[in-house]
């Protein structure tokens, strides 16, 4: 019972530490994690002093604690490090991330190689052990922390890119280093040769299957979701669950990294769960990984900062001389990444060039934490391992990381500001100053109006609107307009918040549940390309996005090829009833866009550009109109249904707002308001969107043409066993001019076109086609094409005689139509050589 004891207080009181350490580090414009490290090792130095001095022995008890940390390498592990992994996962922005995909993954990956081999070639011939202890201790200080230097970077303004490239280092840097660790301690420990083939098969193997397991992981946690009803304390609780079961999964039952796997569950989690779990859930949910992942690092670097004097207990002048090369290598290795091979990324043309102050910033802020440490102890508590081989990882590896914290990291912030990367670019600039024209001046109006309201004293109306007075005529004293946007860039900025404001729409979409999380991600996905494009290529870049959110997606596509290919109905049927579903709601996002309330909003970027922005989104609301028509005037009944849902969706959400509104009144007491809350819960739970039906019965698609009409029952019956019903696409080449007729075609619904070299024929519903390749036994004379989509009726080349045969009208119909088409034909023959 005491050790429990004296463990809670340790760690009540390094959290007492921890949160008085945050104002501190405000107030000495320091990282908080170098002021933890401080502590810490203060702390341990502290605590070895007085166990093993006289000078009190009143302290004895509390210095053998915090001396003798009943810590190992495995509590550091097992739990904190699935926590942090999956934070920086969850709270990553992966699809921004995907932009410079490259980049991160050669600074995460091949910098984590690199960093290890250089490290290890430069120790070997001055240390006097094996290669192998060298490269582990190489990957052991390829780990970054990447806290402080994100830390410095967002209170100095630093660039979003910067900032993001040093986010997604870390994010795979910690998994690749700590495969690499593993793998090379295996070597060791077994006494095994260093293998380079074989470790490679053995990271890759570890990595990948971590990567496999950790996507399949987040996927089942993603299906769970709906379960939870919402309730954002189960869905929270899911994620903590889910760190730990995929880590230790991965670690004891697939024997693969369960770092990486983490990694991946988390990253799946951060791309989909936005488009599933709700917006207010969603921000309730990161806010609790805010809390988690701050006590997490907090607690593992102090503790582990607590341990850096006990390991540097027999440090000597011929490690500090090893440290140096250390340093030096681990330097080297980085630059010769960013300087020599990231810029072979930009020649392939894999990603935007990277400036040099990008790289000096990153080569600088590559400061070893907590994770080193903890790698460092682990090797001291390996049995198998030599105490030469424990000492030197353990001494160099914490020198490593008290040199970068307190060199690096106390530099840091003014390599940033030599860099003048702490400055906004001319463009972002000048848009602030247009921001604070307009609001300085709403702001002005709203004062002059409150002290009409009360009867403010002119001279503290004056005093008050003083400041704001000046910066109106800051904003517009002469040289401002000068210097600042063209409309050529007013516009692509405001394309840009164009995608965001779409963006958020969506989510709000998704709030009230009137789409499915399958449009909702569509939707999403769209209005990230939409801003992407405006920002690479402005307004030509934000048309083809535009196009692009229109185009059939690859899952459509695959769903018809199996349609196609195997007769498989019900994917095709689902993945149109998801296009149905986006056409509407992006229809509706676009007149909302287009509406007084967000035009409002863009008056900061000019007349001139509000105008355009109006233009563009009229194009795109009339390209959205007409490809949702097409379908609307297929299937009239299911978009009929579809924009029931919606509204009824809608009015479900202002229910609720309704209820919340006059609990929070306090006007109804709380069981009424949890009775209330229920039964719209249960109504939205019902609310489901209706199954899509491609509408391919044969006897119906018979009905619908008129050739049909004066069947007898029997008649109809023999016809429906002789035909086969097809769905067909816009733009699909149903018949191909050359290609010899192995059937005929009769239009139930939609529209098509006969091609034919300088003119085009249209067909509509109860017309037929394909039927003179069967009568004449030529090759097909013209490419038919969907111009709609289009539900038909085919009459296989086996089955058209005995069709003919069993019915004479139609026969005499279908021959009549031939010889009107031959005819024709011949005509236009006869005139094209006059």
């Known amino acids: 019972m005491l050790d429990i004891v004296v463990v809670l207080t340790v760690l009540a009181t390094l959290l007492v530490v921890v949160s008085v350490s945050q104002p501190v580090a405000v107030r000495l414009h320091l990282a908080p994690v170098v002021l933890l490290a401080v502590i810490g090792v203060a702390i341990g130095a502290i605590s070895i002093v007085l166990l093993h001095t006289s000078l009190s022995d009143r302290f004895d008890g509390i210095a053998a604690v915090f001396a003798n940390l009943p810590v190992s390498s495995e509590t550091f592990v097992y739990v904190f490090l699935p926590l942090l992994v999956f934070d920086g996962a969850m709270t990553s922005d992966v699809r921004r991330m995907l932009e410079d995909a490259a980049p991160i993954l050669m600074l995460a990956v091949v910098a984590t190689v690199v960093t290890t081999a250089v490290v290890g070639v430069a120790l070997w011939p001055v240390s ?368 840009v918040a164009l995608g965001n404001q779409e963006r958020m729409l969506a989510l709000e979409i998704m709030a009230e549940r009137a789409a499915s999380p399958v449009t909702v991600q569509a ?115 299911y978009a009929a249904a579809l924009e029931a849902r919606f509204v009824r969706q809608s009015a479900l959400r202002r229910e609720m707002g309704r209820y919340d509104a006059l609990f929070k009144e306090g006007l109804i007491a709380a069981e009424v308001y949890e009775d209330l809350k229920g039964s719209v819960v249960d109504m939205q739970a019902r609310e489901t969107r209706p199954r899509f039906d491609l509408g391919l019965d044969t006897g119906q698609l018979i009905g619908r043409l008129e050739l049909f009409a004066d069947l007898s029952d029997q008649q109809l019956e023999r016809v429906q066993k002789l035909l086969r019903p097809r769905f067909a696409v816009p733009r699909e080449v149903i018949v191909r001019n050359g290609d010899r007729g192995d059937a005929c075609y009769f239009i139930a619904s939609g529209a098509a076109e006969v091609v034919f070299p300088g003119r085009r024929i249209p067909l509509g519903t109860g017309d037929l086609f394909g039927e003179m390749a069967l009568l004449t036994g030529m090759t097909r004379q013209a490419d038919v094409v969907a111009m709609t989509y289009c539900r038909l009726l085919v009459l296989r080349k086996v089955d058209f005689d005995r069709f003919m045969q069993d019915n004479r009208d139609i026969r005499l119909a279908i021959h009549k139509i031939a010889a009107s088409r031959l005819s024709m034909n011949r005509s236009d023959e006869a005139a094209a050589t006059s």
């Open 523 to 637: 939707l999403l996905r769209n209005a990230e390309a939409l801003g992407e494009g405006a920002r690479s290529g402005g307004r030509l870049g934000y048309k083809r996005s535009a196009e692009a959110a229109l185009a059939f997606p690859f899952s459509f596509a695959a769903a018809y090829f199996l349609y196609r290919r195997l007769g498989i109905v019900r994917f095709l049927a689902d993945r149109l009833g998801d296009r149905f579903e986006m056409l509407l709601v992006t229809r509706l996002l676009i007149q909302e866009l287009g509406g007084p309330h967000a035009a409002r909003s863009r008056s900061i970027f000019g007349e001139r550009v509000v105008e355009l922005i109006d233009a563009i989104l009229k194009e795109r609301l009339k390209r959205t109109t007409a490809a949702l028509d097409a379908l609307r005037r297929q299937y009239p009944q």
């Open 128 to 495: 006097g052990l094996p290669l192998v202890v060298c490269l582990l201790l190489g990957s052991v200080v390829a780990t970054t922390d990447p806290a402080a230097v994100i830390a410095v970077f967002r209170d100095v303004g630093a660039p979003a890119r910067l900032t993001r490239l040093v986010e997604g280092e870390s994010l795979l840097n910690d998994a690749a280093a700590i495969v690499m660790f593993v793998v090379l301690l295996g070597m060791i420990v077994s006494g095994r040769q260093p293998d380079i083939v074989g470790g490679a098969v053995q990271f890759a193997i570890a990595f990948l299957g971590g990567a496999v397991l950790g996507v399949l992981a987040g996927r089942a946690f993603l299906q769970l979701i709906p379960w939870t009803r919402d309730d954002r304390l189960a869905e929270a609780t899911l994620t903590v669950a889910l760190a730990y079961l995929v880590f230790i999964g991965a670690e004891h039952l697939f024997h693969v990294s369960g770092v990486v796997a983490v990694l991946c569950a988390g990253l799946t989690v951060s791309a989909s769960g936005r488009s599933r779990i709700t917006p207010y859930n969603w921000s309730f949910i990161t806010d609790l990984w805010a809390q988690i992942a701050f006590w997490a690092h907090s607690l593992v670097f102090v503790l582990a900062s607590i341990l850096v004097p006990k390991l540097l207990l027999d440090v000597q002048f011929h490690d500090l001389v090893l440290i140096a090369v250390l340093i030096a290598a681990a330097l080297g290795a980085r630059l010769l990444v960013l300087f020599l091979l990231l810029p072979l990324l930009s020649l392939a043309k894999l990603t935007q060039p990277i400036s040099t102050a990008y790289k000096l910033a990153i080569a600088w802020g590559g400061l070893r934490g907590a994770l080193t440490l903890v790698l460092a102890l682990a090797v001291t508590e390996n049995s198998a391992l030599n105490p030469e081989v424990q000492r030197f990882v353990a001494v160099l590896a914490t020198g490593m990381v008290l040199f970068t914290l307190l060199v690096n990291g106390t530099t840091l912030r003014a390599v940033i500001h030599l860099l003048r990367l702490d400055r906004l670019s001319p463009v972002d600039q000048a848009l602030r100053d247009r921001v604070l024209a307009l609001s300085y001046a709403e702001i002005a109006e709203t004062i002059r109006a409150t002290g009409r309201e009360h009867e403010i004293s002119p001279s503290a109306l004056a005093s008050a609107l003083a400041p704001y007075e000046a910066g109106i005529a800051a904003a517009n004293s002469p040289g401002a307009e000068e210097a600042g946007l063209t409309d050529h860039e007013r516009l692509a900025i405001a394309l």
